[in-house]
């Protein structure tokens, strides 16, 4: 069986601190590979590949009506792109769309707003461990079973801490090919882990603000 975390951040996103030898080196510890979802950025991702490490290559896009995840992305998709164009995008690319905490009252809602375009993403995430609640990971589990979609599960990470607390476990297959993995969602998936404590996002607002800080002052 294979173990992925379908969101995790590194510090190429503004509100996380996971360095990339960090994340390699808890990766192969707990044999958890990631999937690097920086915002609005694929930095990260010429990284791995220079380590040979095991990763899904992906992109947590800000469209214009919430987060929308591509996995296995080559070229950058900007901020502020329309929903339905990132959609587009990713397919173009050859990548995998995933919609992230789609469910979450407190980060956009997607699910809930506007159920048309989640029906037209190729996985849901029914568990993010960032959620307040439980409730909105019930929600999106309900949207994928009620519409056939796929699903899977990540921890959102930001600190090295919440990498390893969630992921989900396929039957192994060729992690470089993005047929081979929606193949393996087609069958059991097993998604393991817990919710994140509530300070683990405030941290995350904080580690923004510093950051935006230093890049005006210094």
């Known amino acids: 069986m294979m173990k992925i975390d379908f969101h995790v ?7 996380s601190t996971i360095s990339i030898k960090s994340l390699i080196k808890k990766s192969n510890s707990l044999g958890i590979i990631p999937a690097i979802t920086d915002h609005n950025s694929i930095s990260a991702n010429s990284k791995f590949k220079e380590s040979n490490a095991k990763f899904i290559p992906g992109e947590e896009i800000k469209t214009d009506i919430g987060d ?7 070229e950058l998709i900007p901020k502020n792109t329309s929903f339905l164009e990132a959609l587009d995008k990713i397919q173009d690319q050859g990548g995998i769309s995933y919609l992230p905490h789609g469910f979450d009252p407190l980060r956009y809602n997607i699910g809930n707003k506007f159920p048309e375009y989640a029906k037209k993403v190729d996985i849901i995430e029914v568990f993010n461990a960032r959620c307040i609640t439980s409730k909105p990971n019930e929600l999106a589990m309900k949207f994928a079973l009620e519409n056939k979609k796929l699903f899977a599960g990540g921890s959102d990470s930001h600190f090295l801490f919440e990498f390893g607390k969630v992921y989900t476990e396929l039957s192994d297959f060729d992690i470089e090919n993005p047929k081979k993995l929606i193949n393996a ?9 817990k919710l994140t404590p509530k300070y683990a996002k405030v941290s995350s607002i904080y580690s923004k603000l510093r ?5 005006i002052f210094g």
């Open 9 to 15: 951040h590194t510090s190429f996103s503004i509100d």
């Open 68 to 74: 929308l995840i591509g996995f296995y992305l080559n």
């Open 185 to 193: 969602l087609k069958k059991k998936v097993n998604i393991h882990g």
């Open 211 to 215: 950051r935006i800080k230093k890049s």
